[in-house]
């Protein structure tokens, strides 16, 4: 195990593995490409699943339709399956329900923010 950062090693007989991370605020209004640009070393893009795990733990994220949507850097779609990899991911609250679909990785708005955590510094 010398490969694994000190929380892993630490959590290793854990069926769960806890690592801090940010809902978006932290990237709030850049697009997905710039706020992988601007991650720190340490820092990196979460995708859908690990999004969606985080939803289900804190439903009360989502509540009002001014909630700050979330995109999943982490994961890449191509929309038309030719290799193009432009789109990404994203939840959102629209019309009382919570909403998947995926835009333009090269898209920014203030009403969106890339969800990002933090390994170990090493």
């Known amino acids: 195990m010398s490969g694994l950062s000190p929380v892993c090693i630490e959590q290793s007989d854990h069926d769960i593995l806890v690592v801090p991370a940010q809902f978006g605020l932290r990237h709030r209004g850049r697009s997905a490409r710039r706020a992988r640009a601007a991650f720190e070393a340490n820092e990196f893009g979460l995708g859908a699943f690990a999004v969606g795990i985080m939803i289900l733990m804190h439903p009360e994220r989502f509540t009002n339709f001014k909630d700050l949507c ?14 193009d990899f432009s789109d990404m991911p ?9 909403r998947f679909g995926t835009f333009r990785a090269s898209d920014a708005s203030d009403v969106f923010g890339t969800v990002s955590a933090f390994g170990s510094q090493q």
């Open 70 to 83: 979330v995109d999943c850097s982490g994961d890449e779609y191509a929309p038309d399956g030719g290799g």
């Open 90 to 98: 994203y939840f959102l609250l629209g019309d009382g329900r919570l």
